[in-house]
């Protein structure tokens, strides 16, 4: 559901008009309740932007040291290498070779298949943000050769709508992370439902990509011949068993599957106040530090291997957080508990971004003249009792 047409500007500038600077300052965890299914009918509402772009700035000034773990890891093209060659050489043995294997097969395709899978899709999001290589075009085409085993063109669609998250975060209309109203209605809080929906959550992805009904950019047209041209080298060096081994490694690694639950931990609301969550666990060492969402959003120019970096840097920033440390207590939890459901996220109107965004640079100002005037404060109060000292004394 979206949020109420009342929200307009006006609106916005009266919530913040008696406001110096941003009242969430200096975590920015938000002041609202989080959205319980069968109280609340949508998600939560909230009237400020995200937050990460303010703490970002607020991170920096304690500590501007993190601006030199900026860059790029070219240890993940050789990962990525590995990883397409790994699951090529299993999809060319059930396709050629163990071709009566079937029950085998589809297990390899869960925990083998499934975890290549979900780490290529890890491995896209390196290469959104260009941390993979020096250029964009070596990026991209980072991507286009970790989409060889996916079948799909999912490379560059995947590095579009990924970077319009990060610049709508919770956005109504313009995040295409979040659930669509239809999913939220149909699926509400039945754990049977629950269950199904994370099965299929990787297609639905790709719905919610597909609902903004965008033209394709030029990329994702290279992306399209690129990845039928593979196809067709796929089929015959691997035959329709491989190509099915591949596809199974897609449906599963993207469903109900710890590699996938990444995509629950991150934005669903586990708690009042807090709308991006990180992920300390075992299951970093081999998904690349993805669970380290939210000194990611923080810092979005910072690659995978120096993500911990962030948090040892700056722990006052991070420590008092909720945070996760089980991949798979998470889809448990998602779909037992009466108080996650596919509505449990936060969401903004436009106004609320583009008014946050607009008044982002007299930010810093507002603190200063802020903080002046506490100092000031302060020395006048000072004054005033060692006066009163200086009479008593008299």
């Known amino acids: 559901m979206a949020p109420h047409e009342a929200h307009t500007t006006e609106d916005v500038q009266a919530v913040h008009k008696d406001e110096r600077y941003d009242m969430r300052f200096p975590s920015y965890l938000g002041f609202w309740k989080r959205s319980v299914p069968g109280l609340d009918e949508a998600p939560r509402f909230d009237m400020y932007d995200e937050p990460h772009l303010k703490r970002r700035k607020q991170i920096l000034g304690d500590h501007p040291e993190i601006e030199d773990l900026y860059g ?40 083998i298949g499934g975890s290549f899978s979900t780490q290529i899709g890890i491995i896209f999001h390196e290469f959104t943000h260009n941390l993979c290589a020096a250029t964009s075009l070596q990026n991209r085409w980072v991507g286009n050769i ?38 939220i209605r149909l699926i509400g809080n039945n754990p049977v439902n629950k269950f199904f929906w994370l ?58 599957h710890p590699g996938a639950a990444h995509f629950i931990q991150e934005h669903y609301t586990f708690r009042d106040g807090q709308e991006t969550y990180s992920y300390y666990g075992s299951g970093n060492f081999f998904w690349l530090n993805i669970g380290y969402h939210n000194e990611h959003h923080d810092f979005p120019l910072v690659p995978w291997t120096k993500l911990p970096d962030i948090k040892r840097i700056a722990p006052e920033y991070y420590d008092h957080l909720a945070y996760h440390t089980s991949w798979c207590a998470v889809l448990y939890m998602f779909v037992t508990s009466s108080l996650l459901a596919p509505q449990s996220r936060v969401v903004r109107t436009l106004d609320a971004h583009r008014y946050a965004r607009k008044n982002l640079k007299g930010l810093a100002s507002a603190k200063s003249e802020f903080a002046k005037r506490m100092k000031k404060a302060a020395e006048m109060s000072m004054e005033k009792v060692r006066a009163q000292r200086i009479v008593g004394a008299q």
């Open 72 to 111: 790029y890891d070219t240890n993940t093209i050789w990962i990525t290498i590995s990883t397409v060659c790994m699951q090529m050489s299993l999809a060319y043995l059930f396709g050629r070779v163990l071709t009566d294997w079937n029950w085998t097969m589809v297990l390899v395709a869960y925990a």
């Open 146 to 183: 970790g989409n060889i085993p996916l079948l799909v063109p999912l490379a560059q669609s995947f590095r579009r709508y990924h970077l319009e998250h990060h610049t709508y975060q919770g956005v109504y209309g313009f995040d295409p992370d979040l659930p669509l109203e239809w999913e």
């Open 199 to 256: 099965i299929i959550y990787g297609v639905m992805y790709i719905g919610r990509g597909l609902a903004q009904q965008k033209q394709l950019t030029r990329w994702e047209l290279y992306n399209w011949a690129w990845t039928i041209g593979c196809d067709v080298v796929i089929y015959y060096t691997c035959g329709l068993r491989g190509m099915l081994y591949l596809m199974l490694s897609v449906f599963l690694g993207f469903g109900l």
